[in-house]
């Protein structure tokens, strides 16, 4: 299941939830876990990708050059 983040529009605490897409789809809302609210809204966020770069991967092996 993905991920979606909200923010409330009562509180402005923003959260996280799984739900699958079919029901998110269907026209639900989830509720605000600080206040309770209903008057919620699905937010997008920045994806982070985190990769090393080449030259600081360690070498080890017969192969290696260091």
């Known amino acids: 299941m993905p991920i ?3 923010v409330c529009e009562e509180c402005g605490a923003e959260f996280d939830i799984f739900v ?3 029901k998110k789809e ?3 809302q989830p509720r605000c876990p600080k206040c309770g609210g209903v008057q919620t809204r699905h937010v997008f966020r920045a994806v982070a ?3 090393r770069s ?3 991967a ?3 092996g017969c ?3 260091r």
């Open 49 to 51: 990708k985190m990769a």
């Open 54 to 56: 080449p030259d600081s």
């Open 20 to 22: 699958s897409i079919g």
């Open 58 to 60: 360690p070498r080890v």
């Open 26 to 28: 269907s026209g639900w």
């Open 63 to 65: 192969c290696s050059s």
């Open 4 to 6: 979606y983040a909200y």
